[in-house]
């Protein structure tokens, strides 16, 4: 049990050190973010303009944010500018509303394909870990399922397995709606994403209701280490994917 309460602490633990900063970050992203009214230092007349709040939040980070345009509707015929008129938006700034209809669709920029080929992946990687030749023999004589009959039931039992990929969906939809939001997409950060989410939303209810069960470590540990790969693993595809797309998309612009 002292292994388990261990374990339990140490992700506890990594979950904090993720979440301080991101809170940090998600604060000067708010600060930031929204289109601005300004004049410009160049014209004197006036502009819209959107900083660069994922480029704020995330250089905020080491003590010191650096400001930058992301958006002028004087671009992109002035879009090498000197951006003087950052400060005046800082001074005086009048956020202005979006339109209601940017925030009409909550799956707005969600990649599917991804969603549906990291959910795959995840309940692949369930039927492996818990088949015969790696956790399923100790899995069942924990559980009780040792008895041929019973064995034979779960085997069948096709109901089982269309709720575990129903949820493993649900959880790839939800990772991918987060990286999404959050910007600036990679495979590592996507997997990183996974990880944190896994433990939150997966393992530490897990651990809980087992500690009140009474059920053995190596029950939790052989769940546990499921759910931690196969988040991992999702949102590794997931943060792949959505950088691919956000590249293929720049250099289609371009083109």
Excluded at 32 to 49: F, I, K, M, N, W
């Amino acid at each position: 049990m002292l292994v388990l309460i261990l374990l339990t602490l140490f992700f506890l633990a990594l979950c904090i050190i993720y979440l301080l900063p991101t809170m940090w970050g998600i604060s000067l992203f708010s600060r930031y973010r929204g289109s601005r009214l300004v004049t410009c230092p160049e014209t004197q007349h006036t502009a819209v303009v959107e900083l660069d709040a994922r480029h704020a939040a995330v250089t905020g980070l080491s003590g010191h944010e650096q400001l930058r345009l992301e958006h002028c509707t004087r671009w992109p015929e002035r879009v090498n500018c000197d951006q003087d008129c950052i400060s005046q938006a800082l001074q005086n700034p009048i956020v202005l509303e979006r339109p209601p209809s940017q925030f009409h669709n909550p799956f707005r920029g969600i990649h599917h394909v991804a969603v549906l080929i990291g959910a795959f992946v995840f309940w692949m990687v369930g039927a492996l870990w818990y088949s015969e030749h790696l956790f399923r023999p100790a899995w069942m004589r924990i559980t009780g399922l040792s008895d041929s009959a019973e064995r034979q039931r779960f085997d069948t039992n096709s109901y089982a397995f269309a709720l575990a990929f129903i949820g493993v969906l649900v959880f790839a939809y939800v990772l991918d709606w987060v990286i999404v939001r959050t910007g600036r997409p990679s495979l590592l950060r996507g997997a990183v994403e996974g990880l944190i989410l896994g433990v939150a939303a997966t393992l530490t209810p897990l651990f809980t209701v087992m500690a009140f069960e009474g059920k053995p470590e190596e029950l939790f540990l052989i769940h546990g280490g499921y759910m931690l790969i196969g988040c991992l693993l999702v949102g590794a595809i997931e943060g792949g994917w959505a950088r691919w797309a956000a590249q293929h998309s720049s250099a289609h612009a371009a083109a």
